[in-house]
């Protein structure tokens, strides 16, 4: 079968940019989550699973693509800012719970230096501190709808 090289073209042209947005949604499908039936629990450092006190919030965000592993075995997170991303680790890895605005602080210890690692951060004890000590952020409702699912 003979392609008119023209015709292709014109083809092309006419939905260059339906086929820039599919090509751009099947790399994000590729390096986001690259294995959503792996457990991303399992993926963590053993003394992160360790500590890890809400596995399903943990779950739901991988699954929400609000964190996913990076190719050099970090984690990337698409988290607004490193408060945001300060206040669910607080949320996941030490119980910190919310009562109005304000957080208080859970029972168990914050892990800052194996997260920093993890995620490629610095300073998250300073924010955490912040954290603390101010209202948490403005976008605090989306982060708690993943502990909301849990029981």
């Not at 800052?112 to 976008?139: A, C, Q, W, Y």
């Amino acid at each position: 079968m003979i392609i008119d090289e023209k015709l292709m073209l014109d083809v092309l042209a006419k939905h260059s940019s339906e086929i820039a947005q599919w090509m751009n949604e099947e790399i994000v499908h590729a390096t986001n989550n690259v294995c959503p039936e792996v457990d991303p629990v399992e993926g963590l450092p053993l003394g992160l699973q360790q500590k890890l006190r809400n596995k399903r919030a943990f779950r739901n965000a991988y699954a929400g693509n609000w964190i996913y592993f990076a190719y050099d075995g970090r984690i990337a997170s698409n988290f607004k800012s490193q408060r945001e991303l300060t206040y669910f680790c607080g949320r996941c890895f030490c119980c910190d719970t919310v009562v109005g605005r304000l957080l208080l602080r859970g029972k168990y210890c914050f892990p800052t230096r194996e997260l920093e690692m993890l995620f490629g951060v610095n300073n998250m004890r300073d924010s955490r501190k912040k954290l603390l000590k101010s209202k948490i952020p403005k976008h605090y409702k989306v982060i708690d709808a993943l502990f909301d699912t849990c029981l």
